[in-house]
């Protein structure tokens, strides 16, 4: 029996539907695995199974669109204090080789979203030991992979910052994303200056246009 060709332009549609609603639940309802967005999306929509799934890279297309039409002042507030947040502790746990990484880096954090920080110590329990001789509580939550020694969560000012522990040797590993591209980590210097290129940017944006 033929089968019926599957209309390119029904496809694009929606896929493109599909990246729309699953950068509104990254955005909006606190969900900050694009993977589990994309099938909550699908779900959602009750499309047919042969439409597919978007790139991750267009959904955070759609993510970043979204917050800059319903969350503008409001996200580049958030990214600010995320990313003041993430240099406390950067600077706090300098001897573990901190980078930040994930959403907060990229600018795309959403409003329930989490500081993600990884860690290279020469032991995981160097990093326990030092938070309980700082007297900060902390609590374990699941590895995302099985190269992740441990993860610790700690919370200040109502922010919850994930410490992502990786043995010492693993900071010259090139990490990927589900969609295979580098998934970028930063030093504190790093984080500074664009706190500063958001300053600027922001600065000249209300200046009055002449």
Do not use: C
């Not at 029904?10 to 955005?27: K, S, W």
């Not at 502790?89 to 080789?97: G, I, K, N, R, V």
Request: net charge neutral; charged share 25%.
């Amino acid at each position: 029996m033929r089968q019926r060709r599957r209309p390119a332009g029904m496809q694009n549609n929606g896929t493109a539907h599909i990246a729309a609603v699953a950068a509104r639940l990254m955005a909006e309802d606190g969900v900050d695995d694009v993977e589990l967005a994309k099938r909550k999306a699908a779900h959602q929509l009750n499309l047919p199974e042969w439409i597919g799934l978007p790139t991750s890279q267009a959904v955070y297309d759609a993510l970043r669109t979204h917050q800059a039409i319903f969350q503008d002042s409001e996200q580049r507030a958030r990214i600010h204090i995320l990313r003041t947040e993430a240099l406390y502790w950067m600077a706090l746990l300098s001897d573990f080789h901190p980078y930040l990484t994930g959403s907060v880096l990229d600018g795309t954090a959403g409003r329930y979203s989490m500081i993600d920080i990884l860690l290279y110590p020469d032991s995981d329990k160097d990093v326990e030991i030092f938070l309980l001789n700082q007297n900060i509580p902390y609590a374990f939550a699941r590895p995302r992979n099985e190269r992740t020694s441990a993860v610790l969560q700690v919370e200040r000012h109502d922010l919850t910052t994930n410490l992502v522990i990786y043995p010492a040797h693993d900071e010259r590993v090139v990490f990927r994303k589900h969609d295979g591209s580098v998934r970028e980590r930063a030093r504190a210097e790093v984080v500074r200056d664009r706190l500063k290129i958001d300053a600027i940017l922001q600065s000249d944006a209300n200046l009055p246009v002449k």
